[in-house]
């Protein structure tokens, strides 16, 4: 349970993270610049070219698809538009990096013009086409290639989104830290991952816990939430880091049902009070209304 005593204690416990200045990642895209950090939270929209991504709604049967749907989703206000031809789920087939290039490839270059493109993927051979075809963002999802990746985001002086993660890639099956309190692990985990990725060039990094991805030990649908509400709502408490916190708001299909596409609204919540600064969602619009509502009754 949270409650609002819980909030309190959590504020009075661990308060001072708040004073720690965060540097903004700004990327200029073709409607001018998009600022990820303290101000408006920052809506990142996601397109899934895989068949086998479980939020139907978001998934575009071929590239065409996917340039309208990314136009459709940066009308609703997503500042960047992330794109990835793999789906991250237990169950789904992985897809060879070629196959990759040939479904975002024109997909990016169909949007770039539209929004700020961001590609999700952990293959050297992709992130080079994606970033040459005119993506400004790299979602880093696997560890295996990072020194490659990182220094393909340098050549291309392209922002990185590091996710939480010691496997090959977040499609390897890895437990979430058992730990009570996870942000210690956090900060442990990215701290000498941001100062790598400055070694190698990269100047403009933000940092996502992973609460979007699938651990073996949270199988159980209402732990997982329960993990991931806990996790969202301590966003602040890695501003130490110095970077920007992106957060991919859950969809609980288990605690929403057949209103499951408000979920992600409902988590934005939490997030947008924990401090998240970018919002990976796969529904741009309830996102925009419920932050801009956020904005107007002065709730943060």
Request: hydrophobic letters at 45%; aromatic letters at 4%.
């Amino acid at each position: 349970m949270i409650t609002l005593s819980d909030l309190a204690a959590l504020h009075d416990a661990h308060g001072d993270a708040w004073a720690s200045p965060v540097a903004p990642v700004v990327v200029e895209g073709p409607r001018g610049s998009v600022v990820i950090g303290d101000g408006p939270v920052t809506v990142m929209g996601c397109v899934n070219l895989s068949r086998d991504s479980t939020y139907r709604e978001s998934v575009a049967t071929s590239p065409a698809d996917a340039v309208r749907m990314g136009r459709v989703q940066a009308a609703q206000g997503a500042a960047i538009i992330d794109l990835g031809a793999e789906s991250s789920t237990a169950r789904a087939a992985r897809v060879t990096a070629d196959d990759q290039i040939e479904a975002l490839v024109p997909t990016v270059k169909g949007l770039a013009a539209e929004a700020v493109v961001s590609v999700e993927t952990y293959e050297p051979d992709v992130v080079r086409a994606c970033l040459g075809a005119g993506a400004r963002i790299l979602n880093m999802t696997g560890r295996e290639h990072e020194d490659d990746m990182l220094a393909l985001a340098a050549e291309y002086d392209a922002a990185v989104v590091l996710c939480f993660g010691e496997t090959a890639n977040v499609r390897e099956i890895s437990d979430v830290p058992p730990d009570e309190d996870p942000v210690p692990v956090l900060l442990d985990h990215f701290a000498p991952r941001i100062a790598h990725a400055r070694e190698l060039g990269v100047d403009r990094v933000v940092i996502d816990p992973g609460m979007g991805f699938y651990y073996s030990n949270l199988v159980d649908p209402i732990t997982r939430a329960r993990h991931q509400a806990r996790v969202l709502l301590q966003g602040f408490r890695l501003r130490p880091l110095g970077v920007p916190v992106c957060n991919a708001v859950p969809h609980s299909f288990d605690l929403f049902g057949d209103e499951f596409r408000k979920a992600e609204g409902f988590f934005g919540v939490l997030a947008t009070l924990g401090g998240t600064h970018l919002v990976r969602t796969h529904e741009p619009a309830h996102l925009r209304v419920v932050l801009r509502s956020m904005d107007e009754l002065d709730v943060r």
